[in-house]
């Protein structure tokens, strides 16, 4: 593994952005925050989208992807849906730029290998979008914690259930790779391996809505360091905090746990510790940050987010949909 460290000289660093959506706008309000980045070009399959994106943040709106990878961009952000995340990655390599793409990196672990593989021929960056652990919060806290300890973290339980999505939003599509083990679990996935380690076991239960996709689902997994209980859906409110459950202590990431800014160190000694670090523009903007890191230090992956760790969030979600019955177009 490549290990990067910050950067002080900023050099620049072009994007193209891949499918100009909802995730993408919040990227771009995070950009102005990354040093030496800019927006260079995007595209999108509509060009009314791509138009419209172009005409608010700038650069050139390309009418194809072979037209955005052949323009002067030194990466891509894949901010289209898990269904064409495997495709446009590899494409992307291919032309010699480096990727960040959103979370989940593909709909399931054989589409990964591929792209991983396309990733060591090309020795480019790949990056999966995870963003919790690059939060101000996140990184105070792992701070914190190595001169305050808990202990040995033995027990992660969270959760995210948030019934205020709009039918028509593509979480709810099957045919796009949506559900909400693919939509949130997969944060809870990687809280719980960055805690507690390599997945062991998988135990999982759901429900399906009309759209063929799981709108509600508990899983609960054995890791080398622990056990963790999580839920995920889209059909009941749900609280999403995080509790982290050491021998000497207890973390509570507040809500919204996967944006995070406030947690509470409750100790066994009775002291309780609060970690308050809002994020600004966004939030995307700390892991866009840590991405052009490792491009000025010629990395092909991250030390935080390392192709291993998306290789096992996504493994443990693929065991999770196979338990509650959920196979995806070509599965
Ligand atoms: N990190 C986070 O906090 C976070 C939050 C939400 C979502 N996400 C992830 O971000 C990704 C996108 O989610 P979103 O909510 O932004 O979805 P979205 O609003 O539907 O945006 C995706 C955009 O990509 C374009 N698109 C879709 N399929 C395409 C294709 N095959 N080729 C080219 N363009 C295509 C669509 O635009 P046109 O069809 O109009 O061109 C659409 O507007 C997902 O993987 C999701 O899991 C991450």
New binding site residues.
Partial sequence: MNYSQPTTHHLPIKFGV???????H?FMQGLPEVPGASLAASW???AE??NAFAGQYGGIACSSLDELLASDIDAVYL???????AEYCIRALHAGKHVLC???ATINLPQLDKVLAVVKETGLLFME?M?PPFYPLYVKLKKHLKSDPIGDVGYVRAGSSVADISNDH?NFSYELAGGSLM?IGIYEAFLAIDWLGSTQAVQAMGHFGPTGIDTFAIFQTKHSGGYAQVYTGFDLHGKGDALISGTLGHITIHKNWWNPGRATIDYLDGRSVEINEPFIAGG?NYETIHFCDLIRNCATESPIIPHEMSRQMIAMIDEARKQVGLKFIGE
Avoid: F, M, Q, Y
């Fill in positions: 891949i499918g100009c959506g909802r995730i993408a919040r999108s399959r509509r989208t791509v901010a289209t849906l898990p269904d064409s995340h959103e979370k989940p979008g963003k593509p939509g995307l």
